[in-house]
C-alpha cells in the first residue's frame, strides 16, 4: 500500500495512514473520506479543514494517491469522494456511469524546470521531443550545456494523463524516475540540476517552489488568464466524484467546496472558479467556447 496523509479537519491532526483497503468509515454518517489526485489534495485539504471549523463533528478526511486511486476507491465504495483530475470516462476500468461528477475547480499544469536551466520558453515540440529522449541536453534548446534528467508522474496520475493528452500528441514518454504525487515531484526538480518534470499550478508558488522556473510554451506563459480561455491549453477540472447518491454529509461538504465563500480560497491556491472558464472541455478533449 501506499503510505499518505490523512487531514483530519475537526481535530486539525495529521497522521499516516495507506490507501483505504476496505469500507472503513461507512459506518458513520459523520465521516467524509476523500482520495486521490495530489493536484487537488492542497484545495481539498484546505477546504475539509474551513468545513470542519463550521461544523462540528464531522470530520473530513482528505488522501492523495493519484486520480486512478480516488476513481477506483469511490467506485468500490470504500470512500466517498474520489478526487480526480480527469473524467471517470476516460480511466479504464472505471464504471463512470455508476458515479456522480462534481466539477470543484480547473487546475492548470505547467512543465517546470530547475531554476538554475537557462531556459525560459520550448516550442511544443521541443517539450515533446525531451519527454521523448529525442533531446537530452539543455544545450540543444538555447541553454547550457547540461543533461536533462526527466521526472515524470507514475500511471494513473490524472496530472500525467492530461500532460500527455495535451503534449505528447501520441508518442510515449522516454522511461524516466517516475514519482507518485505533485509534492514529490516539487521536491526532486527543486533539488535537481538540470531537471524538468509538469506540475499543477497549485505546486508552483510558495516557498517550496522558490528553486522551480514554470515554462512557456511558444511564447505563451503559463498563467490562470491564459488557461481562462484556453490560450494556455494543460489545464483540467478537478472532479470530486461520489456515487449516485452520497450522504449528507459529503453532499454538504461538495457544496461548501463550490460555494462563493470558498471562492478567495480558490484562487489563492492557484486554482480557477469553473465559472470563471471562458470555455469548457468535455471527456474527449473537446474545447467550446462559452
Known amino acids: 500500500m501506499k503510505k499518505g496523509l490523512f487531514l483530519m479537519s475537526t481535530a486539525g491532526l495529521v497522521f499516516a495512514g495507506g490507501l483505504l483497503g476496505g469500507n472503513v468509515y461507512a459506518d458513520s454518517s459523520k465521516q467524509v473520506t476523500a482520495v486521490g489526485s495530489t493536484a487537488l489534495q492542497p484545495l481539498a485539504a484546505q477546504a475539509a479543514d474551513e468545513f470542519g471549523s463550521k461544523n462540528p463533528g464531522v470530520t473530513v478526511n482528505v488522501q492523495g494517491g493519484g486520480s486512478g486511486a480516488g476513481l477506483s476507491q469511490v467506485g468500490k465504495g470504500n470512500v466517498t469522494i474520489g478526487n480526480s483530475d480527469i473524467f471517470a470516462e476516460q480511466k479504464d476500468g472505471i464504471k463512470a456511469n455508476k458515479l456522480k461528477d462534481h466539477k470543484v475547480a480547473v487546475v492548470g499544469i505547467t512543465p517546470v524546470v530547475n531554476a538554475d536551466v537557462k531556459v525560459s520558453s520550448l516550442t511544443m ?23 536533462i534528467s526527466l521526472v515524470n508522474r507514475a500511471q494513473g496520475s490524472g496530472t500525467r494523463f492530461t500532460f500527455e493528452k495535451e503534449v505528447m500528441d501520441g ?20 533539488k535537481t540540476p538540470g531537471a524538468i518534470s ?3 499550478f497549485s505546486y508552483t508558488t510558495g516557498d517550496q517552489a522558490k528553486n522551480l522556473k514554470p515554462l512557456a510554451i511558444d511564447k505563451v506563459k503559463p498563467t490562470v488568464k491564459n488557461v481562462k480561455d484556453n490560450k494556455w491549453s494543460i489545464w483540467a477540472y478537478e472532479h470530486m466524484y461520489t456515487t449516485k447518491k452520497p450522504d449528507k454529509n459529503t453532499t454538504k461538504f461538495i457544496k461548501f467546496v463550490k460555494s462563493n465563500s470558498m471562492k478567495s480560497t480558490v484562487k489563492k491556491l492557484g486554482y480557477i472558479p469553473v465559472n470563471e472558464m471562458k470555455v469548457t472541455k468535455n471527456a474527449n478533449g473537446d474545447v467550446t467556447k462559452k
Not at 508518442?171 to 527543486?190: C, L, M, P, Y
Request: net charge negative; hydrophobic share 30%.
Open 125 to 147: 515540440s521541443q517539450l515533446r521531443d525531451i519527454f521523448t529522449g529525442k533531446i537530452t541536453n539543455w544545450k540543444d534548446v538555447g541553454g547550457q550545456d547540461q543533461e
Open 198 to 200: 509538469y506540475l499543477a
Open 171 to 190: 508518442q510515449a514518454t522516454k522511461t524516466s524516475q517516475e514519482q507518485d504525487d505533485n509534492g514529490a515531484v516539487q521536491k526532486i526538480v527543486s
